[in-house]
Structure formats: structure tokens, C-alpha cells
């Protein structure tokens, strides 16, 4: 059976690429850009060297950096308000996937009516959008090259995904150099985010052989920089790889969608605000090891693709990769979930909400219930 494949991304990959940013704004005849970015972004001093940069441009600017992390429904609309009355016909998004999802928002409403809530679910979004050049400073969502925006409906208590092929950023300008400054924590977390895309997306019912073939060299590379990373924020090389594996993964998730382990993390961030890319890793063992009962040979895909040493008894060759899992958020230092202040009296609650997730469509194991989900959550404690 055919299956498409679809990837619309121009970028420019290295070190000093944001010397490119002036002719791109040129080329857009830009008169009226808007850069966006968070606190963080700003205290790493990536947002003046973006500044920099639009200032060669001759444009007029406005700065929006009041982006949060998990940025909800209230700062997108904000954020749109201010675009709208500056004009602006050009954004420029730096940072992590909180900073570029927003700004993928904003320019959902600068050509389209209404609330961006109206937007949750796929292929809503009517017209074309801006030119949107986005500059990424975390390895982790690939926000900069996928289809999705992640947002929290803060009414709802819930977060919520708008996937549309029309908000792909024009350009990315991805540097290396911009992942330096993250924390160890912050690197661990963003980078478990992009394995589990790597794992769930490969094991995802809409996977496809494309889609595999980016799933599963994202998750190598992930596998052998990731700990690199951690361990020294300035190895360039681990750097280099993890923000190029994002690209590549990228392209493997946002055609073959993720699991249950992104439906958990939503419901986790929404209702504890929890960082995206920790609560995905307290509980992608667990979820692995529950879905191995579904897919035991895509489990041993993974796991030989990393150098996993099996029986060849595939009975036990499928628990292989989880357990491995865990020992990498052992090993870059995820906390466990009643580490993060979570406690067993909240299961039934997140329970509930997490089998309201879209996404656990695409998860292998189906017809998943509450009782397992709580399974889930219990060892993740
Ligand atoms: N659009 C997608 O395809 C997609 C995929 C997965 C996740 N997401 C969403 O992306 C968001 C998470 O993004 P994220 O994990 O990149 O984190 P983030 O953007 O929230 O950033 C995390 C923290 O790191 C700081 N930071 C970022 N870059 C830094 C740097 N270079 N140096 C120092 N500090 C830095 C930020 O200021 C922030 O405090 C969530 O809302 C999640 O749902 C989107
Ligand atoms: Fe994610």
C-alpha cells in the first residue's frame, strides 16, 4: 500500500549560520520582523546575537520574549495582539520548542480568524501562513522542521496539539553553538524528549518504512551523544549530533506520530507542569515495556540498531530496549514522578484525562485502560 512522506524544510546547519539571518530577511523583503524568545534564551545571550543580526537587516523590530514553558492559549494570543498591531510580516522564533511552537501559533493567527484553540486537530488550519525562520537552542522537539504545535488549554487543563503541513517554518537556522549554554538537566531533558519520539514514532501504527528509516537513526544517534552531552555541555560533537539527529527524527515523527508515552506527558505537564521532555522520560520505560507485548519485533529492531546484547529468545529480547531506557534516565538524571512531587492519589485523576488523548491512536498496544495506565504510573513512581 502507497503512504506518503511529506518534509518541507530549508536548513542551514552550523556553526555562525545566523550570519545568514540578514540576506533571508532581505529575500523576504521583510519590513517588520518580530523575534520571539523566553527568559532563559535571553539570559544565554543567544537572543542578542539573533538581535544582532535582524538589526543588519534594516527592519523595524518588535520583541515579544514573554514565552513560557508548555505556553498556553492566554500567551499565544497575547503574543498575536502585539504581531497584529506591529505589523509584522516576518517572525523570528529562537529557542527551544516552547519559543517555536508559539510563534508557529501566533502566525497561525496573523492569516487566519478566531481563537487558536480553534485550531486543535489536523489539517484546521485554513490559510498560508508568514515566512517563519526558526532558530532552535535545545535538542529535543524538532519543533523547527515538524508539522506540530503543542500548547496547553489552561480552561481544559489539558494540552493539546494543532498538526498542519502549512506551519512548518520557511527556514531553520540550526548552530550548535546556540545548544551550549543548556544546563545538564535541561539537555537531558530536552534530549529524552527526542528519543522517545525516536522510539514512539518507529513503533507508531502510521510508521512506514521512511518513517522507520529516519526513527531508527535518530534513536543512534541519540543513544551514543546524549550521555556525551550531558556529562560535558561543551563537547561541540556531541552537540553537533544531537541538534542534526533532531532533524533527522524529526522528519521520522511528524509524519509517523508518537504514543502513549507523549499521552502521559501531556496530561503530566498540564496538570503539574511538569517540563515536556521529563515527563516523557519518568515514564518511556515503562511504556515500552508495556507495549513490547504488541510489537516484540520492532522492540528488537530497536534495540539490535543500538548495539543491545540479545538471547535471540524473543520472549526476552523485547524487554531489552526498556530496560535500557531506564538505565538512561538513570543515567542523565530524569527523577522519578514522586521525586517530582507527584503522588499516588493523583494516578486515578491523570488516568482518567490521559485516556482522552488523541494520541494513543497511534499507539501500538490499543484498547488501553484506565487500570493499566495506573500500572504504568505506579512503576514510574
Ligand atoms: N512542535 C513539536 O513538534 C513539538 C514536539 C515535542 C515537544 N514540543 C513542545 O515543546 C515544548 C518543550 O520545548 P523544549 O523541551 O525545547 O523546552 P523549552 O523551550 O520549554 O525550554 C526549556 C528551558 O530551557 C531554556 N533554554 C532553552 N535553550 C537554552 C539554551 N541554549 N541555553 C540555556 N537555556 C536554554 C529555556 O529558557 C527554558 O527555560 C513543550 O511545550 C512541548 O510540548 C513540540
Ligand atoms: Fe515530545
Known amino acids: 500500500m502507497a503512504s506518503q512522506f511529506f518534509v518541507k524544510s530549508d536548513v542551514t546547519f552550523g556553526v555562525d549560520a545566523v550570519k545568514e539571518l540578514p540576506k533571508m530577511l532581505e529575500e523576504y523583503k521583510a519590513k517588520n520582523v518580530m523575534i520571539v524568545y523566553d527568559n532563559g534564551v535571553k539570559m544565554a ?40 498591531k506591529a505589523n509584522t510580516d516576518v517572525f523570528v522564533a529562537v529557542g ?26 489536523m489539517n484546521l488550519v485554513k490559510e498560508n501562513v508568514l515566512p517563519l525562520i526558526a532558530i532552535p537552542t535545545t535538542a529535543g522537539t524538532s519543533s523547527e522542521i515538524t508539522n506540530v504545535v503543542a500548547l496547553t488549554d489552561t480552561q481544559a487543563v489539558c494540552k493539546y496539539v494543532i498538526i498542519d503541513n502549512k506551519i512548518v517554518a520557511d527556514k531553520v537556522i540550526a548552530d550548535p553553538e546556540f545548544t551550549k549554554t543548556m544546563p545538564p538537566s535541561v539537555t537531558a531533558a530536552t534530549g529524552m524528549d527526542a528519543i522517545t519520539h525516536a522510539v514512539e514514532s518507529y513503533i507508531s501504527n502510521m510508521a512506514t518504512p521512511l518513517t522507520k528509516y529516519h526513527s531508527i537513526r535518530g534513536l543512534q544517534i541519540f543513544y551514543e551523544n546524549l550521555p556525551k552531552a550531558v556529562e560535558n555541555g561543551s563537547d561541540m560533537k556531541a552537540r553537533e549530533q544531537m541538534m542534526l539527529g533532531c532533524i533527522v527524527a524529526g522528519f521520522g515523527f511528524s509524519n509517523a506520530n508518537l504514543g502513549l508515552v507523549h499521552g502521559i506527558a501531556h496530561t503530566l ?59 538512561m534516565t538513570k543515567k542523565v538524571g530524569i527523577k522519578t514522578l514522586s521525586e517530582l512531587g507527584i503522588k499516588e492519589d493523583d494516578f486515578d485523576m491523570i488516568a482518567e484525562d490521559v485516556l482522552k488523548e488523541p494520541v494513543l491512536g497511534f499507539n501500538p498496544r490499543q484498547n488501553i485502560t484506565k487500570e493499566e495506565v495506573i500500572g504504568i504510573l505506579k512503576k514510574a513512581l
Do not use: Q, R, W
Open 96 to 121: 527551544g520548542g516552547s519559543s517555536i511552537d508559539l510563534t508557529k501559533a501566533v502566525n497561525i493567527l496573523m492569516t487566519n480568524p478566531g481563537k487558536i484553540g480553534e485550531y486543535g486537530g
Open 269 to 327: 505537564s498540564a496538570h503539574f507542569h511538569l517540563a515536556h521532555g521529563v515527563a516523557n522520560a519518568t515514564v518511556l520505560p515503562y511504556v515500552m515495556e508495556f507495549n513490547a507485548e504488541s510489537c516484540p519485533e520492532e522492540m528488537v529492531e530497536l534495540a539490535k540498531a543500538i548495539n543491545l546484547s540479545l538471547t535471540g529468545n524473543i520472549e526476552e529480547d523485547k524487554y531489552v530496549l526498556s530496560k535500557e531506557l531506564l538505565n
Open 45 to 84: 545571550g543567544i537572543a542578542e546575537k539573533v538581535i544582532e543580526e535582524v538589526k543588519k537587516a534594516n527592519v523595524d523590530i518588535t520583541i515579544f520574549d514573554g514565552v513560557i514553558p508548555n505556553p498556553t492559549n492566554e500567551v499565544v494570543e497575547e503574543a498575536a495582539e502585539i504581531a497584529k
